[in-house]
């Protein structure tokens, strides 16, 4: 019985990684029992960075609320703001400007680009290679700058707010992003020359942390670790908000499940993205960048849910109102979690090195996973 | 002409003329045991500083450039921090292991100065197995690295150990092929012997193909031997925090570092010396002016330059390439690395035999 659980027998070695270790990217902390050097256990042990967020949301207006979610995933903080934006506008019926919709759109994308450009560099330096972690630096670095410019802040941008954007656009906002474009374009190549074309990285991806579609769906997992197997599930396709619907992208599928295929879907997410930007860039309407809203906010009784796709998958937002003016209950659903959950599952039987290749293309980021 | 071994000789007969027989030789071992730790300490400097400024170079960023000149202080900077730290030896540690490893990484590095010819008639050992003795000696690195693993009491320690156990041993056995393919086109195991075979061409360049297949074995062989990237699972940062020194700080981890890297200098003197003519100048066949040209550039630093270049290769694979995975990088020995080098041997013998080489 106690072997079929996997628990620890005698002679297994038990190793705590974490709460500080290089590969866990954060205060993350997996027990792990070992045969060897093959995994027998994954086990995480959350809550070092736990903060209540919900509860402190709680306790805060519909206003106030959204700069708290920055601190979730603080690498899609436009998106998580997003998402707190819709829901209040969702529950109070607030149309917003179509100037305010594209900006939100391009705000998005470039978080998103963002987001996988960092996650690309910390994988390769979880995988041993140094380079490209400064490679993929270098690249959102010029998205942080069009940030900085913007929204005045480079990681918790507090930019998006019910009814629209906080501010207008920079008056550079516009060059800046096609002179990212090009520079992407042109560094893209690069990075299939250094990490994927590379022989030892596919060797060390290709058939490790494999997982079925099944499995990942009773995990919950979403994102590019679900399309990683094949499954559609971009929340922009499926349910459409903002302009997503209107727009001309992919959904980028992979079928092969493993650590290998989600790389790949986010590699060419990026690409999508890029498309994305390219549609509006030039297609920005004249006009407000945010709706009159009342000064208080008070969303109706009732229950409210909202998701988008962030970088990591499906965030959602899940609202319980009294007709007050803030949340009665409010309940984050993040990517992070269950995708970290279904850790254990991909990790069994491979060895510690696989370990953090698949931690690597979870895109764990603990924050959000721990809130 | 001005030289290593004119110096050399010049002191000899020095200290022969001055003091009786006994003491001369005395302190003529003292000088090269100053030698060797200078040499030692000077190599560890300068090899820190290249590997940052190479790896700063390869990630578009500048390298310590705020310490004297173009940051060459730096490491002198943190050698100094290093020995002012404090050396902890953690509890539940075998102390004795634990403090006895980093001195045994040393001093195989320091053994293993001994037979290399850094100039024309300039070695501290004229050695007439000298090329077995490396091979030897160098295998006594992975005692040191099984030592701090398993005297540390740490698990990642351990399993940084064990893979390191099984690196080393596995990985020697092509190094050693790939070396003896040139000990049997030379017929000698004398370092300087086989430099002076390379007199009309270099061997890389006399042994055709099959030389050549020996010498990339031999730069996979002792880059995994060294426990460099990308084949440095012992100390693997992202999965093993530190590996086998994780729980080394101060001067007692400076010296597994020093060693590491002086290890990568005399692996690379060694493939200098056996595929690349050692001190031996670069001549073209019958051209003779540019031969002369060449002369001129003392042994010295044909020997450094020749080292110094296979040292930037293998800093280029560290910054370049992920890390294999444990199994992975079995596989690639035992299944692939191997049998090549086994074949190769054939081929280089019957090229000896028959006389096929230049």
């Known amino acids: 019985?106690?072997?079929?659980?996997?628990?620890?027998?005698?002679?297994?070695?038990?190793?705590?990684?974490?709460?500080?270790?290089?590969?866990?990217?954060?205060?993350?902390?997996?027990?792990?029992?070992?045969?060897?050097?093959?995994?027998?256990?994954?086990?995480?042990?959350?809550?070092?960075?736990?903060?209540?967020?919900?509860?402190?949301?709680?306790?805060?207006?519909?206003?106030?609320?959204?700069?708290?979610?920055?601190?979730?995933?603080?690498?899609?903080?436009?998106?998580?703001?997003?998402?707190?934006?819709?829901?209040?506008?969702?529950?109070?019926?607030?149309?917003?400007?179509?100037?305010?919709?594209?900006?939100?759109?391009?705000?998005?994308?470039?978080?998103?680009?963002?987001?996988?450009?960092?996650?690309?560099?910390?994988?390769?330096?979880?995988?041993?290679?140094?380079?490209?972690?400064?490679?993929?630096?270098?690249?959102?670095?010029?998205?942080?700058?069009?940030?900085?410019?913007?929204?005045?802040?480079?990681?918790?941008?507090?930019?998006?707010?019910?009814?629209?954007?906080?501010e207008d656009l920079h008056p550079d906002f516009q060059r800046k992003v096609k002179e990212f474009i090009t520079l992407y374009k042109r560094k893209i190549a690069e990075y299939d020359d250094m990490v994927t074309g590379n022989i030892i990285f596919q060797n060390r991806m290709k058939g490790v942390g494999v997982i079925s579609a099944a499995d990942a769906i009773s995990y919950g997992c979403s994102g590019p670790t679900l399309r990683g197997c094949g499954v559609s599930c971009d929340i922009r396709k499926i349910y459409p908000y903002e302009l997503y619907d209107k727009i001309e992208f992919d959904e980028v599928l992979e079928t092969a499940g493993d650590s290998f295929a989600r790389y790949m879907v986010r590699i060419r997410e990026m690409n999508q993205s890029i498309r994305i930007i390219e549609q509006l860039i030039d297609n920005i309407p004249e006009g407000d960048v945010q709706a009159k809203t009342k000064a208080v906010l008070k969303l109706p009784k009732g229950e409210f849910y909202q998701r988008v796709e962030t970088a990591r998958g499906e965030f959602g937002i899940f609202i319980v109102s009294e007709g007050g003016t803030n949340p009665y209950r409010i309940k984050f659903r993040s990517p992070g979690f269950s995708n970290l959950s279904a850790l254990d599952h991909m990790a069994r039987g491979s060895k510690i090195g696989d370990l953090v290749a698949m931690m690597g293309t979870l895109d764990l980021v603990i924050p959000d996973i721990d809130r | 002409m001005w030289s290593f071994s004119n110096i050399a000789d010049t002191l000899h007969t020095w200290l022969h003329n001055t003091f009786n027989a006994t003491l001369a030789k005395f302190v003529e071992m003292v000088l090269v045991g100053v030698c060797v730790i200078s040499l030692f300490a000077v190599l560890g400097l300068v090899l820190v500083m290249m590997e940052r400024k190479v790896s700063a170079w390869m990630q578009i960023r500048l390298g310590p450039n705020r310490v004297g000149p173009k940051g060459m202080m730096q490491s002198m900077a943190d050698t100094l921090k290093l020995?002012?730290?404090?050396?902890?030896?953690?509890?539940?540690?075998?102390?004795?292991?634990?403090?006895?490893?980093?001195?045994?990484?040393?001093?195989?590095?320091?053994?293993?100065?001994?037979?290399?010819?850094?100039?024309?008639?300039?070695?501290?050992?004229?050695?007439?197995?000298?090329?077995?003795?490396?091979?030897?000696?160098?295998?006594?690195?992975?005692?040191?690295?099984?030592?701090?693993?398993?005297?540390?009491?740490?698990?990642?320690?351990?399993?940084?150990?064990?893979?390191?156990?099984?690196?080393?041993?596995?990985?020697?056995?092509?190094?050693?092929?790939?070396?003896?393919?040139?000990?049997v086109l030379t017929g000698t195991l004398n370092m300087n012997e086989i430099v002076l075979s390379q007199a009309d061409g270099w061997w890389i360049f006399k042994g055709h193909i099959p030389v050549i297949i020996s010498f990339i074995i031999f730069i996979i062989a002792v880059t995994a031997e060294t426990n460099r990237a990308p084949f440095d699972l012992a100390e693997a940062e992202s999965e093993l925090t530190a590996g086998f020194h994780t729980e080394y700080s101060g001067m007692k981890f400076a010296l597994f570092f020093l060693a590491e890297y002086v290890n990568v200098f005399i692996v690379c003197a060694i493939g200098a010396t056996l595929f690349l003519g050692g001190w031996m100048p670069f001549h073209i066949g019958h051209w003779d002016g540019f031969n002369r040209i060449m002369d001129l550039i003392p042994s010295s630093l044909w020997f450094f330059g020749k080292t110094f270049f296979l040292i930037f290769l293998i800093m280029w694979f560290r910054w370049t390439f992920p890390r294999l995975r444990i199994d992975q990088l079995l596989n690639l020995e035992w299944k692939y690395l191997l049998p090549i080098g086994m074949f190769n041997l054939l081929l280089v013998t019957a090229m000896a035999i028959l006389g096929w080489y230049f």
């Not at chain 1, 910390?122 to 140094?130: C, E």
């Not at chain 2, 540390?152 to 390191?164: C, F, I």
Request: proline residues 4%; glycine residues 6%; negative net charge.
């Open chain 1, 1 to 166: 019985m106690v072997e079929e659980l996997g628990s620890n027998t005698e002679g297994d070695l038990i190793i705590n990684v974490g709460p500080q270790h290089p590969a866990t990217h954060g205060v993350l902390h997996l027990v792990i029992t070992l045969n060897g050097e093959t995994i027998k256990k994954v086990e995480p042990h959350l809550g070092y960075i736990h903060r209540s967020i919900e509860k402190m949301c709680e306790s805060l207006t519909y206003r106030q609320f959204i700069y708290v979610t920055s601190r979730m995933d603080y690498l899609s903080s436009h998106i998580n703001n997003h998402a707190c934006a819709l829901i209040v506008e969702k529950g109070m019926q607030i149309e917003v400007p179509p100037r305010a919709q594209v900006i939100r759109v391009l705000m998005d994308e470039l978080t998103r680009i963002a987001s996988h450009e960092l996650w690309w560099g910390a994988m390769a330096m979880d995988l041993g290679a140094f380079t490209p972690f400064f490679h993929a630096f270098r690249e959102r670095e010029a998205i942080n700058e069009i940030m900085e410019e913007t929204c005045g802040a480079r990681l918790t941008m507090n930019y998006m707010v019910p009814g629209g954007v906080l």
């Open chain 2, 83 to 183: 020995l002012v730290k404090e050396s902890m030896t953690p509890d539940g540690a075998d102390k004795f292991l634990f403090n006895l490893a980093p001195y045994i990484a040393m001093m195989v590095a320091m053994l293993l100065m001994a037979p290399i010819a850094f100039a024309r008639n300039f070695m501290m050992w004229n050695l007439n197995i000298g090329v077995l003795y490396v091979s030897a000696i160098s295998s006594v690195s992975v005692i040191s690295i099984l030592m701090a693993g398993w005297a540390s009491n740490n698990k990642y320690s351990l399993l940084g150990a064990m893979r390191s156990g099984a690196q080393i041993v596995s990985y020697e056995l092509s190094a050693g092929l790939a070396i003896l393919s040139i000990v």
